[in-house]
C-alpha cells in the first residue's frame, strides 16, 4: 500500500470516527521523539518547518508538537510503554524489540521507515583491522549494548566472524552511550574507548581522524542496503488518531520530498537546527552518499528479525516486512 493509500484509509477512518456519537478527540498534543544524527534529517525538517502543524490543519486539527530527545531506543521504549510518548524513532533493533514484546497488549508496530544507512564500525586501535582483533583492551561503544541496531549488527558479524553460538562475542567489550558522547570519547585519547559503532554525520567525522580505520560496514554485514531507522508507535495510538496518524505520513512525505529535491537547504536547515559541526559541504555529501536512501520503504528487516528470532531475542515471527508495519508503507520511494 502507497503512502497516498494509507492517507485515503486514515482519512476515511477519521471520518467515520467523526460520525460515530461520543467518539474520542484525538489529542491535542502529540509527543515525537528523535535521536542524534543526521539519520534523524526527516523529522528535524519536520520540526523545523512545522511540517505536522501545518497538515494537521488542513485536515482541521489544531495540533501542537513535544518533540523529545533520547540517546538509545530503549530509553525511548520505555517512555512508550509508560505513556509518555506517542510516537518513536529509532533503529531496526529495539523497534523489533518491542513489536514482538507487545503483540498481546500495545500492539506497538512501525508507522514508516524513514531511511536506508550503512553504519560504521570506527576504531582508533592501530592493532585492530577486523572485528577477530579486538581485545579485552577494547571498549566498543555503541548507543545500547544488546538491543540497539548496532549491538544487532555486531552480534551478526561475530557470528559470521567467529561460527555459530559465537554471536555473543565481543558482547562484554559493548558500553552503552550516545553518539556524541562516543565520538569525544573515542577522539580524545584519554578514554578506554577505542571504537565507536556509529552512524552519520559522527562516522564520517571520525574517519577524518588519521588514526581511525572502518572495521565494519553494516551492509557488508546484511549483504546490501537495510533500514536503518524508522517510526513506531502502539496500535492504540493509530487507532484513536487517525488524522493525526495521517497528518504525520502527508509530513514525512514531504520532508522526504524536500530532501530528494532541495539537498541544500534540507543540509542547511539541518546545520542549524543541531549546531552541527559540518560544513555544507560535508552534510550536503553525506545527504546524498549514493549509499544512502530517503525512503518509507523498508529494507531487510526480516534479516534482523530472522536472527532475533534465531537466538531468542525475539519470539514472534513474521513472513512478510507489511507485519512489521500498522500499513505497508509506500512502495519504490
Request: glycine share 8%.
Amino acid at each position: 500500500m502507497s503512502v497516498k493509500g494509507l492517507l485515503r484509509l486514515l482519512g476515511a477512518a477519521a471520518f467515520v470516527a467523526a460520525g460515530l456519537s461520543g467518539a474520542r478527540a484525538e489529542v491535542a498534543t502529540v509527543r515525537l521523539a528523535k535521536q542524534f544524527g543526521i539519520s534523524y534529517l526527516p523529522l528535524t525538517l519536520m520540526e523545523e518547518e512545522r511540517l505536522l502543524e501545518k497538515h494537521a490543519r488542513a485536515k482541521g486539527l489544531d495540533l501542537k508538537t513535544e518533540w523529545l530527545r533520547f540517546t538509545g531506543g530503549s530509553g525511548m521504549n520505555d517512555a512508550l510503554l509508560s505513556g509518555n510518548l506517542d510516537l518513536a524513532a529509532g533503529g531496526v533493533g529495539p523497534m523489533l524489540t518491542m513489536w514482538g514484546r507487545t503483540r498481546t497488549n500495545l500492539k506497538v508496530k512501525g508507522v514508516a521507515a524513514l531511511n536506508a544507512m550503512p553504519l560504521w564500525l570506527v576504531s582508533v586501535n592501530p592493532a585492530v583491522t577486523s572485528i577477530k582483533d579486538f581485545t579485552p583492551k577494547d571498549k566498543i561503544a555503541l548507543p545500547t549494548v544488546k538491543s540497539s541496531i548496532q549491538a544487532i549488527t555486531l552480534q551478526m558479524a561475530a557470528e559470521k566472524a567467529f561460527g555459530p553460538g559465537e554471536q555473543n562475542r565481543l558482547d562484554a567489550l559493548t558500553v552503552s552511550m550516545g553518539h556524541p558522547d562516543a565520538q569525544t570519547a573515542l577522539l580524545s585519547g584519554r578514554s578506554e574507548i577505542t571504537a565507536h559503532f556509529g552512524s552519520s554525520p559522527f562516522q564520517e567525522q571520525e574517519m577524518k581522524d588519521p588514526r581511525a580505520r572502518k572495521v565494519l560496514d553494516s551492509y557488508d554485514v546484511l549483504g546490501g542496503p537495510h533500514t536503518f531507522n524508522l517510526v513506531w508507535a502502539s496500535s492504540r495510538f493509530v487507532t484513536e488518531n487517525p488524522t493525526v496518524t495521517a497528518a504525520f505520513l502527508a509530513a514525512l512525505d514531504e520532508s522526504l520530498r524536500l530532501i530528494r529535491d532541495d539537498p541544500s537547504r534540507a543540509a542547511a536547515l539541518w546545520i542549524k537546527a543541531e549546531n552541527a559541526k559540518l560544513s555544507q559541504t560535508e552534510a550536503e555529501e553525506i545527504i546524498r552518499s549514493p549509499q544512502t536512501e530517503w525512503t518509507t520503504q523498508p529494507k531487510r528487516m526480516l534479516d534482523y528479525l530472522a536472527y532475533m528470532n534465531r537466538i531468542g531475542l525475539v519470539t514472534a515471527k513474521a513472513a512478510d516486512e507489511s507485519e512489521l508495519f500498522h500499513a505497508s508503507p509506500a512502495a519504490g520511494r
